[in-house]
């Protein structure tokens, strides 16, 4: 298992991480061998957004003498009424909900406590300008949150949250159809036919903005619906009209900037077992390339998707990871101090590049690497 740090917090993470779909399903039957997998294969980090008093109670118990081997990312403000989960941003119900959930998981702390389901910025506002959000500080000053975090599909209210200051996770949707998508209130116009029946081209440009904003601010990114629920890994259901693999799905999710980890929403210990293949998997394996530059009414050109089909360069240039550099800053209209950190640390920089176009050649989205390459070395200074 390899492991990244999410953003600027202490948290070195997995990058596969685990939903809590199989918390939920099959009458929870399946939790522990899911938290059994997770810790042989060596996943730290869980979700789990449910208010199912069940749901809680069989992962505290699966948790039971290994709490300190996971981190724990839970959702604040779901509740359970009538049978049902809920999202709610009464105050009260909140409280209670968070109380319930640390005595079911018989824990007395939140690794990251996420303010749940934030799809609008008049959401987003009310929760900054009302009683909700002391309260979650309050939490995190007590040290019964460590980390705060929003889990959100909509780049425009995720953009305020982060913008805020206060927010130090963000949990998103993100995977090569979804991007393409503007944001809206309704998460479901994301999967929805009539979404993708006109020309498509390019990420949205509010969805690159927040992803280079998290980058710069150490936001870390964990990755909600890589599968797209499902829908992608099968062509007929694919909102592209073609299928890619879950190793291609992880692999896309997990070259964003500012991801760490990736939540995989497994429902069954064969599907999380599919998952981890990803750990073993070739270059060739997790290449998405092919199959998103076949995607119908879609169109990419010109865009760095950082597939690595540029490499290998002759002069030793990292180029995917240089033009990721160069759209930071692009994005953020300067050079972020940490930016050029990173960037001077690499073994081998733009100005080295000799402008044989091998890169260009090989790559499937027509991106002018030379071009960028100049301009790299412009605004990095070597």
């Known amino acids: 298992m390899h492991y990244r740090q999410l953003g600027k917090t202490k948290l070195q ?45 069989s992962l505290g118990e699966a948790l039971q003498g290994r709490r300190e081997k996971f981190y724990l990312q839970a959702h604040l403000c779901t509740i359970w009424n009538k ?51 002391p309260y979650v500080l309050k939490l995190k000053q007590e040290g019964r949150i460590k980390y705060l975090g929003l889990s959100s599909h909509n780049p425009e209210a995720s953009l305020a949250a982060i913008k805020s200051g206060h927010i130090d996770v963000l949990m998103f949707s993100i995977n090569p159809c979804y991007d393409l998508q503007p944001g809206t209130e309704n998460c479901e116009d994301l999967w929805a036919d009539e979404s993708y029946a006109r020309q498509l081209t390019n990420m949205d440009a509010k969805r690159e903005e927040l992803y280079n904003l998290c980058q710069s601010q150490g936001i870390g990114i964990s990755v909600m619906k890589a599968y797209g629920g499902g829908d992608l890994l099968d062509a007929a259901l694919s909102p592209a009209g073609r299928a890619l693999t879950p190793v291609q799905c992880l692999h896309y999710a997990l070259t964003r900037p500012a991801v760490a980890t990736v939540m995989t929403g497994a429902h069954t210990p064969q599907e999380l077992e599919a998952a981890l293949a990803y750990e073993t998997a070739s270059d060739a394996e997790k290449d998405y390339a092919a199959v998103l530059a076949s995607f119908p009414k879609i169109s990419w050109e010109g865009r760095c998707m950082y597939c690595g089909h540029c490499a290998p360069c002759p002069k030793g240039i990292d ?28 073994a081998h920089h733009a100005g080295e590049c000799i402008g044989c176009q091998a890169c260009e050649k090989r790559c499937p989205f027509g991106v002018k690497v030379t071009a960028n390459m100049a301009e790299a070395q412009d605004i990095f200074g070597k």
């Open 83 to 133: 049978g049902q989960y809920e999202r709610s941003r009464d105050l009260a119900k909140v409280q209670l909900s968070f109380e319930d959930l640390l005595k079911r998981l018989h824990t007395d702390y939140i690794d990251v406590g996420m303010i749940h389901y934030v799809d609008a910025v008049k959401d987003w506002q009310e929760i900054e300008q009302g009683p909700l959000l």
């Open 13 to 57: 993470v997995s990058e596969i991480g685990l939903g809590c779909e199989g918390f939920v399903d099959h009458e929870c039957s399946y939790t522990k061998a899911l938290i059994d997998l997770a810790e042989k294969n060596g996943i730290n980090y869980l979700d789990l957004y449910s208010s199912d008093p069940h749901a809680r109670q």
């Open 319 to 346: 180029v995917a990871m240089v033009t990721k550099f160069l759209n930071l800053c692009k994005a953020q209209k300067t050079v972020p101090e940490t930016v050029r950190e990173h960037y001077d640390i690499l």
